[in-house]
């Protein structure tokens, strides 16, 4: 199996586990079958572990930055989880039997906390997608709009965002690839 060292930290496996179970959980709600995850696996294990290198360098960067995260910033991710897993009750129960303490699931909360706002940071300057782009891309799938009945005022705001997600996209993998080429990456094969 395929190792990565990132600035000679061995990225574990439990983060290309962690990258690769996101993967599968993405490509499922995009219409592949488990079946076709499944046949993917190598491929989808090799970007996992991609994917985990570049938010070891991320976080690694974050840290060097030394961006401030606020107890309030803290606690509004707190309450997302709890939002996001059904109640306080939920969230203790999950704690629980993660064996993780709540003071240090806040200190990894606070991690990711800090990597959002770097990738704020590294997208800030993403350009907007102006109204001929959206009507171009509205133009260039119309067929496919039309045959779910949607005209372009349907569509508009949806494909404003689509756009803007995939400005926010070549931002970060622009950043990420700076990230790369300033870190030893090394990777091995372990038998």
């Known amino acids: 199996m395929k190792k990565a060292f990132v600035n000679g930290v061995e990225i574990s496996a439990e983060a290309v586990a962690f990258e690769l179970e996101r993967l599968?959980?993405?490509?499922?709600?995009h219409g592949f079958?488990?079946?076709?995850?499944?046949?993917a696996s190598g491929e989808l294990r090799d970007k996992a572990l991609e994917q985990a290198i570049g938010a070891k360098l991320l976080l690694d960067r974050a840290e060097q930055l030394d961006i401030e995260v606020s107890q309030k910033d803290v606690d509004e991710e707190v309450r997302?989880?709890?939002?996001?897993i059904g109640g306080e009750e939920n969230y203790r129960r999950a704690l629980e039997s993660q064996r993780i303490g709540e003071e240090a699931f806040r200190a990894e909360l606070a991690k990711g906390a800090k990597v959002n706002?770097?990738?704020e940071q590294a997208c800030a300057n993403a350009p907007e997608p102006c109204e001929d782009e959206i009507v171009a891309f509205y133009e260039s799938r119309r067929s496919a709009y039309a045959a779910e009945g949607k005209t372009l005022?349907?569509?508009?705001?949806?494909?404003?965002?689509?756009?803007?997600?995939?400005?926010?996209?070549?931002?970060m993998d622009k950043f990420v690839?700076?990230?790369?080429?300033?870190?030893?990456?090394?990777y091995t094969e372990d038998r």
């Open 80 to 84: 997302k989880v709890v939002g996001q």
């Open 177 to 186: 690839e700076e990230l790369r080429a300033a870190a030893k990456i090394e």
């Open 117 to 119: 706002k770097l990738v």
């Open 24 to 29: 599968a959980r993405f490509y499922v709600s």
């Open 33 to 39: 079958s488990q079946e076709e995850v499944k046949r």
């Open 153 to 171: 005022v349907d569509a508009h705001d949806a494909i404003r965002d689509l756009l803007r997600h995939q400005a926010r996209g070549r931002a």
